[in-house]
Structure formats: C-alpha cells, structure tokens
C-alpha cells in the first residue's frame, strides 16, 4: 500500500523508505471499571473510575535494499523510531490528529526475499487523540469552548509577583518572577529556563483543567496569560 503512509516524531514513513503494508485497525480505549458483588444481588454493579486503558496500534511495515544494505536500513529505522522527538504518531488518513506514543517496539526484521525487508511496529498510546489545532498556544481569552474532551491545558503567566489565575471559579496563586509555566499534564510548574518551581504554585491542578462546554477565565490585573488547550477526544 504504497501510497498509505504514517508519521513518527515529525518524519514521515515515506521519507524513510519505508512502506505500509496495509492500513492498521484503529484501536478503541476501553473503559476502567470497578466490580463490587454484593450478597443477595444476581451479578455485578461496576463502579466507573473515570479512566481508560492504553491502545496499541500496529503498524506492518516494509522495505526495498540490496543485501549489503539490509543491516544498515533496520538500523536508520531504529535510530528513527528510538530517537529523540516529539513522540507523536500521526496517520496518513487523520492527519489533523496525533496519538501520544508512551512505548514504541520494533519487531525482527524478516528477510523475505533477496531485497525486501518487513518488520511490525507496535505503538502504545495515551488513550486519547489531541487536536492538532490545539497545541497552538493562544492568548488567554475571558471564555473559551471546549467541543471536545476534558482536557488539561498549559498555561504561561509573564510578569512580577503573586498572581492568581482563575478558571471556571476555581483559582490557583502561583509566584511569577519574569514567566512561569503551569503544566496540567504533567501537573509541573516551571520557570522559562525550564527549572522546576511547584512550590511556587498553591491550588490543586485539577481546578485547572477545562470541561466540555463553556469555560470562563480570570488572572490577576498586571500579569498576561496565555493558553495552550491540548484538545482532545477518545
């Protein structure tokens, strides 16, 4: 399937000579939940944790080299998929969408003829798409609607002293000393030289989060905000 391709750390399967074999099956998140048997009852109630697993897609893969060429090509592929970069797999079909790779692992190569190479490719996920569009970040408006997912933004405050940032009536008060960095992901504050300051920070990350639907915004007059929403959906 020549024309099918899938990007991986921002370089494309295409530029690395390298084929998909057919297009992967997309994967569905299943939901956690939480089995409580209780006496009398007939089965089970499932308490719903509000979570969900990984997904894994699998991707068959593969090549054209001469003989000599062969070892040398599975390691420009390695170096690819084992390299450095932003972690995100994007398909061919979806491509105003990224999955979050957590694991990446590369088969053995099999040497199916004198110059065809073909190796599988499983990715392990985050189990939810990100919007491209939503990784742009933004100035930080008095609303913004969520069409999307609960998802947990990043925020950067600029300024001098202690500011406290409002979202959807729920506020946090963090010390800016120039530019600082509240990460909801990853639940982190930093300052512009990327040193770790969560001490800095009072309130719970959650509160910062932004629901489906409307969100409302407020910060601290003085200080200039902005917004990186990190859309996303199942």
Not at 3 to 17: L, Q, W
Not at 72 to 83: A, E, F, N, P
Not at 89 to 99: I, N, R, V
Request: hydrophobic letters at 35%; glycine letters at 6%.
């Amino acid at each position: 399937m020549s024309d099918y391709y899938f990007r991986y750390n921002g370089v494309s399967s295409t530029e690395m000579d390298v084929l998909v074999v057919r297009r992967p099956n997309m994967p569905v998140a299943q939901q956690r939940t939480q089995a409580i048997q209780v006496e009398g009852r007939d089965g089970k109630l499932y308490r719903d944790k509000e979570t969900f697993e990984d997904i894994v897609f699998a991707i068959d893969c593969n090549f054209l080299s001469t003989p000599e060429f062969f070892a040398q090509k599975i390691r420009d592929v390695k170096r690819w998929i084992y390299g450095p970069g932003s972690g995100e797999l994007q398909l061919h079909d979806d491509f105003e969408w990224f999955y979050a790779v957590k694991k990446v692992e590369i088969s053995e190569a099999e040497r199916q003829l004198k110059k065809v190479g073909r190796f599988s490719l499983s990715f392990t996920c985050d189990p939810y798409t990100y919007f491209v569009e939503g990784t742009k970040e933004r100035s930080l408006p008095q609303t913004l609607h969520n069409s999307f997912a609960l998802s947990k933004p990043v925020y950067k405050l600029d300024g001098n002293g202690i500011a406290e940032l409002t979202v959807n009536g729920n506020s946090i008060t963090v010390e800016v000393v120039d530019e600082i960095t509240i990460d909801t992901p990853r639940q982190l504050c930093y300052s512009g030289k990327q040193e770790i300051k969560n001490s800095y920070m009072a309130g719970d990350y959650a509160h910062l989060y932004l629901q489906p639907g409307g969100n409302s915004f407020a910060v601290t007059n003085g200080f200039s905000a902005s917004i990186i929403p990190n859309w996303r959906t199942l």
